[in-house]
């Protein structure tokens, strides 16, 4: 199997790297284990994380009781298929209403929204967002089939929309809970350098690849990265 060391790897937007996405469906053996694995850890996440979800969705409530605990979302999946996907509330509730009026503060290229000092997150949602636990409830997503374990981030659909095709390489797999681009410095990388990661993570596919980003991740929940 393959061994990849990402750290080495050039960040830089590379338009000639082109996949087969006829060889990637034949890795037979690694969509099927990758599904097990993703089945097994999910079932675990969600019933040892339990404790933690219930602490969570109680600080989102005190902090605003009319909100709801969790937030649901259409993101393009593999194939460019459409699913909702489910992630703990970190803004208020007009967060989606108040989106037209920041997007000329937009701080990251291509076609993706960030801000660093975003003034719709909530007291609890920047302490949720920067260790990533926001994230948890997409192991539903995983468990359901819909996203994997390790993966590109999920897209969303007005994004999709302005991708080129290179960009589009990134939906010949089952986005992820987490990926290249969350344990390389996240909202600090930009689109384009999201894109190569992704693409590079796609070429290299392979288990052993999975379980370092998982470990990975796992360091950056405990001291996390440029989440924001």
Known sequence: ???????????????????????????????????FFDIVGSIIGLVLLSPLFMVVAFLIK??????????????????????????????????DVKLTELLQYNEVEGAMFKIKNDPRVTKIGKIIRKTSIDELPQLWNVLKG??????????????VKEYTDYDKQRLYVKPGCTGLWQISGRNEVGFHEMVSLDIKYIKHLGLWNDVKIIIKTIEIILKPNGAY
């Open 146 to 159: 819909e996203m994997s374990l390790v993966g590109p981030r999920p897209p969303l659909e007005r994004e």
């Open 62 to 95: 005190k902090e605003e009781p009319e909100g709801t605990v969790f937030y649901s979302q259409i993101r393009v999946g593999k194939d460019s298929s459409r699913f909702r996907m489910y992630k703990f509330r970190s803004m208020c509730v007009n967060a």
């Open 1 to 35: 199997m393959e061994e990849v060391d990402y750290s080495r790897e050039v960040r830089g937007y590379n338009p000639n790297i082109w996949l087969s996405r006829k060889k990637l469906n034949h890795k037979h053996g690694y969509h099927f284990i990758a599904r």
